[in-house]
């Protein structure tokens, strides 16, 4: 089945820089990407998804990168507030009968004022 | 539009109970699933649906049922419940599938003595 590995699990920023954030994934048949943000105590929501036939896709700060030849993806936050601060999860959901989403482990992002 | 509901919100069983962990929505979402979320590995899908009266097992199946009578509900059954089983558990919702946004609700969470 499929594997997703994302790193790194915690990462402190300043303020105004920018995260990054990567998963890997093994199966090269994957087709779908997303990304969800869960603050504390509350339920994941995604923030944004790309899919296999795309390279790249932006929204406002938020930005997700694929390079499908490499089996990665990257989250990218620009900008970054203090509103940021919570887990964001990546996952990857395989083409094919099993056709699951399989999600990473998490990476906690703290903003610091 | 209430959108997922999930009850209760907490719950203490002791090893060997039993109970039923109830999902709600009023999407009109043929798609629903249930995760469980423990530190460290992300979300791993238990079961899911694809419509009323279709089931099939996700990830980690063991230890649980689900049942889909109605579009609308999909309850998740612990038959005898072990301390393995102490979680966050999540039901979701999307209109499409695992490729499309997953709408989650509040969670529950359970502590097995």
């Known amino acids: 089945g499929e594997n997703v590995e994302q790193h790194p699990s915690t990462l402190s920023v300043q303020e105004g820089d920018s995260a990054v954030i990567k998963c890997t994934y093994s199966?090269?048949?994957?087709?779908?990407f997303p990304w969800y943000k869960q603050e504390l105590g509350k339920r994941p929501q995604l923030i944004i998804d790309?899919?296999?036939?795309?390279g790249e896709k932006k929204d406002q700060r938020i930005a997700v990168t694929l390079n499908k030849t490499a089996k990665h993806f990257s989250l990218h936050i620009t900008e970054t507030q203090p509103e940021d601060s919570a887990v964001y999860f990546c996952?990857?959901?395989?083409?094919?009968?099993?056709?699951?989403?399989?999600f990473g482990s998490g990476t906690q992002l703290t903003v610091l004022p | 539009n209430a959108g997922v509901t999930q009850t209760p919100k907490f719950q203490v069983l002791k090893t060997g109970q039993s109970m039923t962990l109830q999902c709600a929505q009023d999407?009109?979402?043929?798609?629903m699933s249930w995760y469980r979320q423990d530190p460290g590995m992300g979300l791993r899908l238990i079961h899911y649906?694809?419509?009323?009266?279709?089931?099939d097992q996700g990830e980690v199946p063991n230890g649980y049922n689900v049942s889909r009578s109605t579009t609308e509900d999909f309850p998740l059954r612990l038959l005898s419940a072990a301390p393995s089983q102490t979680s966050v558990y999540f039901c979701?919702?999307?209109?499409?599938?695992?490729?499309?946004?997953?709408?989650f609700g509040p969670g529950t969470r359970l502590t097995v003595l």
């Open positions: 979701a919702t999307s209109r499409e599938g695992q490729a499309d946004t997953q709408y």
């Open positions: 199966d090269s048949a994957s087709n779908y």
């Open positions: 790309i899919r296999s036939n795309v």
């Open positions: 996952a990857a959901r395989a083409s094919g009968s099993a056709r699951q989403l399989t």
């Open positions: 999407m009109n979402h043929e798609y």
């Open positions: 649906s694809v419509g009323a009266g279709i089931t």
